[in-house]
C-alpha cells in the first residue's frame, strides 16, 4: 500500500509525531471526528436531537480511563489503536484536501505516526510544510523535529535481513537429523547418502558461524536505524530455537536443541575464558542498552528454558546465573523505579524471577520508603510483585519487617474518610486491594498474619487489607442503600458488586 501511494516521485519527506500516544490531546478526538468547531459548541456526548456525538463520546471513554486525564491516551491496547486509527483517518483526509486545493500532484502515507510525502520540486516541500503546520497546530499535534527529514525510495523500502534468518541453518539442523536416523541403510543409497551429506556440511561448528554472522547483521541493522531491527532479531532467534524438537537422538551431544543451546554460551577455548563475551552475553547487553527489548529477552528466555526442560540441563540458565551479578540487576530497578519507569522495572522484576535471582527481598525497605516519596508513584504492577514476593517468604521474616511493610500497604490503599465507603474499588490502587483481598481469603497463612496485624494496629479505622472487613462494609452498604440512596452512591454499589463476585468465584486478576 505505501509503494503503491508513493511510486513515482523524485523525492520524499518523512516525519512523525513527538510522544504520539503520550502527549497526544484527548479533546482532539472529538476535533478531528466531529470538525473542532462544533465539538466545541457541544461538548455532551449525545446532542439535543438524541443523535450520538461519536468524536465526545470516544474522548469522553479514553478520559473515563485515565482518572480524567486529557493529556495522552493508554497505550499498549487494541482499543486504544482501533480509536486512534478511527480519528486520525480524519487527519488524513483534511491533509488530502489541503493538497488538491493547494499543490496538487503530492501524495502521501501514514503508518500510526509516520507520515511519508512523495513530491517531485522543492517549491512542493515548502508547501507540505505549511499544510502540516497548519492542520498539526489546529488540532495541537507536535511533531518530532529530529525526526523530520528528505529520505530516498530505498530508505523507506528498507527491509531487515533477520526475518528467517535461520531458515537454512534450521534446514541443515532437519536433514542432518534424517541423515543420522539410520533410515538410509539400502546399499542402493549410499550414493545418495554420501551426496546429501556432503551437500549439507553440516557440524556443530555450523551453528556457532551462524550465531556470530546473525550478531553481526543485527548489530548492524541497529547502527544503521532500521526500525524494529532488535526486536525482530529477538524474535527470530526465538521462532528459531522454539522449532527445534529432536527424539531420534538418545546422546545429548547430538541432539539439536542441546547444541543450539551450547553454542549460546560458547567460547573459544583458545583465549583465557574470562576475557570473552558468549553470544547470550552479548543480546542481554543488548537488552540491557535498550529497556524495550526485556519483554522479547524473557521470550527468548522462556523458549530456551523450555528446551532445557525438554534435554533436562540449564546450561544456559545455570551460565547466566554464574556469569551475571544480580546485584546489578536490582540497580536496574531501583532506578526503573524511582524515575517512574513502571514498564521497564516489572521485566526486570520478572527475568530475574526466571533466573531464580532474589533480588526483591532485600528492596523491600527501598519499596517502603518510596512509597512516601510525592516524587515516585509506583504501579501496580510492581508493587504486586513485591507483595507476591513477600507472602511466599512470610517465614523469612520478623514481626518487625511484617509489620513494617503491611503498614506501607495500608496507607497506600487509604482512601479519604468523607468518601463513601463504596468507593474503595474505583479509586487508586484498586488492582492491590483486590490481590490482598484475594490472597487472605485462600491463604490461611497470610490470612493470620493479616488478623493479627489489625489486632496490634488498632489506630486503622478501616483494615483495607482484610477480606472480612470488606464483606462487612458491603453488607452495611447494600442495608443503607434499601432506605433513600443517592444514584451516585448506587453506581460505587454496583462496582463493589463485581469484584465481590469475582472474589466469591475466586477468580484471580493476576497469577504469578
Known sequence: MQNKLLIGHKFYYKTDFSNFFHSFYTHAIAWLIDEKSNAKIDHNDIDKNGNCNWGNLLDHLIRSEQSGETHGVPTGTLATRIIMEECMSYFDQEIKNNLQSNCTGITFHRYVDDIIFGFDHNEQLAAIKKILANITQKYEITLNDKKTKLVTFDEINRNSNLKGFFYDLSQKIEVNKILNSNSISNSSNVILYRLIKQLNSFKPDTIKHTLDKFYIELNTEILAGVKGA?????????????????????????????????????????????????????????????????LPFIQL????????????????????????????????????ITNNLHQEAYATLLLCSKLNFNIITPMFSFIEESVDKEYVNIDDFNIIFFIHNFILNLDLFSEKDINAFLNMLEKLLKTDKNLYPEQVFTQAHWLIRYYLLFEDSNNIDFHNVIVKFYKTHSQFQTQN???????????????????KSLPLKKCFLNVNQFYKKLLDNKIQIIKL
Do not use: H
Open 230 to 294: 532488535a526486536k525482530l532479531g529477538l524474535r527470530s532467534l526465538t521462532f528459531f530455537i522454539k522449532g527445534l524438537n529432536e527424539k531420534s537422538y538418545i546422546l545429548l551431544d547430538n541432539d539439536c536443541r542441546y547444541l543450539v543451546l551450547s553454542a549460546l554460551i560458547d567460547r573459544d577455548n583458545r583465549i583465557d575464558p574470562n576475557l570473552q563475551s558468549t553470544f547470550i552475553d552479548k543480546i542481554l547487553q543488548l537488552v540491557f542498552s535498550d529497556s524495550r527489548l526485556m
Open 465 to 483: 487489607m482484610s477480606y472480612d472487613y470488606f464483606i462487612r462494609r458491603y453488607n452495611s452498604s447494600i442495608i443503607n442503600s434499601k432506605g
Open 301 to 336: 528466555l522462556d523458549v530456551i528454558q523450555l528446551k532445557e526442560k525438554e534435554i533436562k540441563t540449564n546450561i544456559v540458565t545455570n551460565y547466566l546465573q554464574s556469569n551475571w551479578d544480580k546485584n546489578k540487576f536490582q540497580e536496574q530497578v531501583r532506578f526503573y
